[in-house]
T-cell receptor, first 110, second 114 residues
C-alpha cells in the first residue's frame, strides 16, 4: 500500500537554528514528491516538486532533497516567519491523487 | 500555474442543513479534487471530479452526503448535506497536475456546524 510518513510531528527551533524535516515514502512508481507549506486557516502553498533520486531544489532558506526512499526539507537559519506546518505528498504513476503525510508543525522562536 | 477562487471562506451552519462550496479556476483543468482537513490533521481526499463524468469518491465518502457538480472545465461545487458537528472541518479544492508547480489549492472553506 502506498504510504507517506513525516517526522517529527512537531519541531521547535530557535531563530537561526538549522534543521531538517523528513518525509519517508513507499509508492509504486513515484511520479513526483511534493512539499507544501500551510499556515493556519489557509490552503497549502506549493514549495517544491522533486521527480527523481538525487534531485535537489532550493528556495530562500529551504532546500529539498530526494532519495529512493525519503525526502528531506532542510531549513537553514530559520526565522519566525518560517513557522508553519510543512506537508509532504507523493503521486504515483498509477493515479493522479496525492498521498499525504501527516505534516510537521514547525515553530521558530525569536 | 492555475489560480483558484474558493467561496465561502468560512461559514457557521445549523445541523441538518446543507452548504455548497464553490471553486472557480482561472484556466481550464481536467481534474479537480475535493479534500477535507480536520483540525490539526492532514488532508483527506473526498473525491475526484472530472468534467463530463460522475465524481469518483474515496472510501468513507458517499455521493448522498457530498454531492459534487463539475459543469465545465473551470468550475466545481461540493455540497455538504444534512450536516452534523462532525462535519466541522476545512474543505479544500485543488487542481492538477499543472505545469511545474504540480497541484494548486484554493484558500479553503472553514465550516463550523452548531
Amino acid at each position: 500500500e502506498d504510504q507517506v510518513t513525516q517526522s517529527p510531528e512537531a519541531l521547535r527551533l530557535q531563530e537561526g537554528e538549522s534543521s531538517s524535516l523528513n518525509c519517508s515514502y513507499t509508492v509504486s512508481g513515484l511520479r513526483g514528491l511534493f512539499w507544501y507549506r500551510q499556515d493556519p486557516g489557509k490552503g497549502p502553498e506549493f514549495l517544491f516538486t522533486l521527480y527523481s533520486a538525487g534531485e535537489e531544489k532550493e528556495k530562500e532558506r529551504l532546500k529539498a532533497t530526494l532519495t529512493k526512499k525519503e525526502s528531506f526539507l532542510h531549513i537553514t537559519a530559520p526565522k519566525p516567519e518560517d513557522s508553519a506546518t510543512y506537508l509532504c505528498a507523493a503521486s504515483s504513476r498509477m493515479h493522479y491523487q496525492l498521498i499525504w503525510g501527516a505534516g510537521t508543525k514547525l515553530i521558530i522562536k525569536p | 500555474s492555475a489560480v483558484i477562487s474558493q467561496k465561502p471562506s468560512r461559514d457557521i451552519c445549523q445541523r441538518g442543513t446543507s452548504l455548497t462550496i464553490q471553486c472557480q479556476v482561472d484556466s481550464q483543468v481536467t481534474m479537480m479534487f475535493w479534500y477535507r482537513q480536520q483540525p490539526g490533521q492532514s488532508l483527506t481526499l473526498i473525491a475526484t471530479a472530472n468534467q463530463g463524468s460522475e465524481a469518483t469518491y474515496e472510501s468513507g465518502f458517499v455521493i448522498d452526503k457530498f454531492p459534487i457538480s463539475r459543469p465545465n472545465l473551470t468550475f466545481s461545487t461540493l455540497t455538504v448535506s444534512n450536516m452534523s458537528p462532525e462535519d466541522s472541518s476545512i474543505y479544500l479544492c485543488s487542481v492538477g497536475p499543472t505545469g511545474i508547480r504540480g497541484y494548486t489549492f484554493g484558500s479553503g472553506t472553514r465550516l463550523t456546524v452548531v
